[in-house]
């Protein structure tokens, strides 16, 4: 049904998108309040709190994820992975002051993030269908599902909702938020102003960063070029020309 | 018959050994023509006393010595290139050029001044597939891949692979999408592209 209509689709490699122009609209949205609110609330958070604060701040916040990965690490089966995030845990929250620091990197205890939508992947779930969220930006069907197994996998949340404190989990989100677009000011502005469609840009980005993560970035690390229906012929041609 | 066996285990031996050390001997060279390229283009993106102009001339020559534009333009293009007209098709390798040298300085320009490290090299269909990794101080290193393609005795890069993202695919897609909304008309990207090239000058 879906691989009927003429939707990026049907390109290999690509992304469905039925709802695009839906998504398009929002991310119009979404550029609209980025604009106007979160790149200067995240222009004034880099420029005006030191790189060492933002870090802890970023590192706390991974820290509290720590659940979540290694529910996600056992669920792909890969017990080396919970070996480690469990290990960077108790590193990081002792030695690292309850997570303001990463000393388990320095100790080769690299952190790799997983989500119950990478888990879903390693499973052979596909994407579905992209998604453009309001505020929150690019997703699929399946990450959406994703980030839903994943709040359940959070004891923050269980603790946010037994004491009537629901403001915790969405300053947290609201930080995390502003962090990530905080590290992220030039290298948007610089897709932005050299893409012609920035919209199937970003929404190629995003596709391609998730199934790298899904990968884990191991072997095959690229995707392949499919030239179906293409000949020698042709590129010959295209070299003469 | 009997006697005829050592031999040939010899033969096979020989040939397996012979062809594996050329082909690391190719793999060697494919490393070494990364490294060396790699270097160069990120000190050229070094933002100095430069200007941007001369950065993106200087960038400009090492793109036209180190990528097959021709070739990457072709597949970014994918499988409208059978629909375009011979014209069409050599505006877009003339516009493409343009394009990409902009996207390439102001894409990989935010590496410039780092280190790269050729990690290792595996062959793919016909390519062979560079795993480096651009090193600067105070952050965790960047995972690139090149994709470089041995055509008529010489390498030439055809995609690079930043943290699993391809520019190639990425292209393809964008410019799929521009397609797409013209009706399917290639007329369309290439006006997208004639705007865009224009400006930036």
């Not at chain 1, 070996?83 to 990197?105: E, H, M, S, W, Y």
């Not at chain 2, 050592?6 to 190719?26: D, R």
């Not at chain 2, 390798?93 to 595996?122: M, N, P, Q, W």
């Amino acid at each position: 049904m879906v691989a009927a209509c003429a939707t990026p689709g049907d390109e290999p490699g690509q992304i469905a998108d039925p709802l695009e122009p839906i998504n398009r609209y929002i991310f119009a949205a979404n550029l609209a309040v980025d604009t106007t609110v979160i790149e200067p609330v995240a222009t004034f958070y880099r420029d005006f709190v030191p790189d060492p604060a933002r870090d802890s701040v970023r590192n706390f916040l991974r820290n509290l994820e720590s659940p979540v990965t290694l529910a996600n690490d056992v669920l792909q089966r890969d017990l080396d992975a919970a070996g480690v995030t469990t290990k960077r845990f108790f590193i990081n929250t002792t030695i690292g002051v309850l997570g303001l620091f990463d000393p388990a990197t320095d100790m080769g205890l690299a952190r790799r993030d997983e989500d119950f939508g990478q888990t879903l992947g390693t499973y052979g779930v596909g994407p579905g269908v992209y998604l453009v969220l309001p505020i929150l930006g690019p997703s699929s069907l399946r990450d959406v599902a994703g980030n839903v197994v994943d709040y359940y996998f959070d004891p923050l949340n269980y603790y946010a909702d037994n004491t009537d404190r629901g403001h915790i989990t969405v300053l947290r989100a609201g930080i995390r938020g502003v962090d990530a677009r905080a590290r992220t000011i030039e290298t948007l502005d610089e897709i932005e102003r050299t893409s012609i469609d920035f919209y199937a840009t970003i929404r190629s980005l995003y596709h391609q960063r998730r199934q790298s993560d899904i990968r884990n970035g191991s072997a095959p690390s690229l995707p392949k070029l499919d030239l179906t229906g293409d000949t020698e012929d042709d590129r010959t041609a295209s070299l003469e020309n | 018959m009997m006697r005829l066996r050592p031999f040939l285990l010899a033969l096979v031996l020989a040939t397996t050994f012979a062809f594996s050390a050329t082909a690391q001997q190719a793999h060697a060279d494919t490393e070494k023509f990364i490294a060396s390229l790699g270097d160069r283009a990120l000190q050229v993106l070094v933002v100095d006393s430069q200007s941007e102009a001369e950065r993106e001339d200087a960038f400009r020559g090492l793109l036209s010595e180190g990528f097959d534009l021709r070739l990457i333009g072709r597949y970014a293009l994918g499988r409208y290139w059978r629909r375009a007209t011979a014209e069409q098709r050599s505006e877009y390798a003339k516009l493409f050029e343009d394009f990409i040298v902009d996207t390439y300085v102001a894409r990989l320009g935010e590496y410039s001044g780092e280190t790269l490290k050729v990690v290792s090299s595996r062959a793919d269909d016909r390519d062979t597939i560079v795993h480096s990794e651009i090193v600067g101080d105070g952050r965790p290193p960047i995972r690139v891949d090149w994709r470089v393609r041995n055509g008529e005795d010489q390498l030439k890069i055809i995609d690079v692979v930043v943290e699993g993202v391809s520019m190639l695919l990425t292209q393809r897609d964008e410019f799929a999408s521009v397609i797409q909304r013209s009706g399917g008309n290639v007329e369309g990207l290439l006006a997208r592209l004639r705007d865009k090239n224009s400006d930036g000058e």
